[in-house]
């Protein structure tokens, strides 16, 4: 489609124990899309942990839509929860 983007072939990342624990908690679940990181990009000390992952979304949809996002996840007593997906792309 004009004016789309085509988003590239991208390979899931590797996460930091702490941080693949809260992404597993916070997208096992999720209906509508999927998510596989393709970078870490670090941590903040909050309330908690944030930590920012780059991510593509897989839209379930006919055909499956792609966007790259910039997925923010809090862990606070072992429970993780998402602050935001951001679109990038």
């Known amino acids: ?3 789309t983007w085509k988003i590239a ?3 899931p990342c590797g996460l930091p124990e702490a941080v693949a ?3 597993s908690q916070v997208t096992t679940n ?3 899309a999927r998510y596989i990181p393709v970078l870490y990009c ?3 000390l909050v309330n908690g942990m944030n930590y920012m992952i780059i991510c593509k979304q897989i839209l379930v949809t006919n055909p499956p ?3 790259i996002v910039a ?3 809090n862990c606070n007593n072992n429970v993780s929860s998402i602050i935001s ?3 990038i792309v």
């Open 1 to 3: 489609m004009v004016g």
């Open 9 to 11: 072939n991208m390979e």
């Open 21 to 23: 624990t809260a992404f």
């Open 30 to 32: 999720m209906v509508g």
């Open 42 to 44: 670090g941590e903040q």
């Open 65 to 67: 839509v792609e966007h």
């Open 71 to 73: 997925m923010v996840i």
């Open 85 to 87: 997906i951001e679109q």
